[in-house]
């Protein structure tokens, strides 16, 4: 209908609820009845969607012109203020982002693809895309099938090929599988991303996920639409040192490792990844400043950007990138 979406939990704090909604100057807030009470005032209107005779509208398309340049969605992420900030994203990235990220995936019509994440984190864009515009079906998980066995009943009764999980979560899901009767024959395909890929996950699934075609260890901040990074696991037999690297970057995407003074890196010498490409974020919303400070100018290729990952990576003799941490967390010996 020509507008961007915020996505705001309604299990926030309420003081956070109320800075978003403030902050992103929202002009309609599409809710429920149940959780109406928790609207601050505004200058805003409230439609609680469970309420809505949706037959008593068109079904024709709005005739409103969009192009890549118009904004999509805003997602807010933590801030190191203690405020979180909204990373403005385009039609154009996601639109870009989608279709080179289902040349990895590979989702086709009829394919059963779970929506995992919180529609508060990107991630849950690319769970949901990857479905819808693909010609696949997308499975939804409510708070109460969370546990292992639910989940596993989730997985098998739908026959899901496609699924997306926290690193914690997966681990804990292979841990508790053993003692599920369950087959999951249709699952074969994982997604790992959000925090480092736990290298002891690798054995386990092979043997208990006898179905599992490829493993990927997915990277990528909000800042550059969703995933930058994808490395995939493709045998049972691959061995990957003590790390799962994160990989290269997707198509059309560029990443850098530099120095403090933004020379490229050599193989091995740990730095800051930077990412530039057509994905990148417009910037922070109502924040210029951080914005300038995070969105650099590219010195390799003038009249784009860099974006300032903050994350501490190095490139593997064999080409991949292995994700260190985060810069703010490296302890400084003199």
Aim: proline share 6%.
């Amino acid at each position: 209908a020509g507008g961007a979406y915020v996505p705001i939990d309604p299990t926030y704090p309420q003081e956070r609820i109320d800075y978003m909604l403030a902050d992103s100057g929202a002009r309609w807030v599409l809710t429920q009845t149940a959780v109406l009470s928790q609207l601050p005032e505004g200058d805003y209107d409230a439609l609680a969607i469970d309420t809505l005779d949706v037959s008593a509208y068109g079904v024709s398309n709005p005739g409103v012109l969009m192009g890549p340049d118009h904004l999509a969605y805003v997602i807010y992420t933590s801030g190191s203020t203690g405020q979180p900030k909204g990373v403005m994203i385009e039609h154009g990235s996601i639109a870009e982002h989608m279709l080179s990220i289902n040349n990895a995936y590979d989702v086709c019509q009829g394919d059963c693809v779970l929506q995992f994440s919180s529609f508060n984190f990107d991630t849950s864009v690319e769970q949901i895309f990857t479905a819808l515009l693909f010609g696949g079906k997308l499975i939804l998980i409510s708070t109460n099938q969370l546990s292992t066995a639910s989940l596993v009943s989730l997985l098998d009764e739908n026959h899901v090929k496609i699924a997306d999980f926290p690193p914690g979560y997966w681990s804990q899901l292979l841990s508790d599988y053993s003692g599920i009767s369950s087959s999951l024959t249709d699952l074969e395909t994982i997604i790992i991303g959000g925090d480092k890929f736990p290298n002891d996950t690798l054995d386990r699934a092979w043997v208990r996920l006898p179905s599992l075609k490829q493993i990927f260890n997915a990277y990528g901040p909000t800042e550059a639409t969703v995933t930058s990074i994808l490395f995939k696991v493709e045998h049972q037999t691959e061995r990957h040192g003590s790390i799962v690297p994160i990989g290269r970057p997707v198509s059309n995407t560029q990443v850098y490792i530099l120095d403090s003074k933004n020379q490229l890196l050599p193989t091995g010498t740990p730095g800051e990844l930077h990412i530039a490409g057509n994905r990148l974020a417009r910037g922070y919303l109502n924040q210029p400043e951080l914005t300038a400070e995070k969105f650099i100018d590219n010195p390799f290729n003038p009249g784009t950007r860099l974006y300032k990952t903050g994350d501490h990576v190095r490139y593997r003799p064999d080409g991949n990138i292995e994700y260190l941490g985060r810069i703010d967390d490296q302890v400084k010996i003199a």
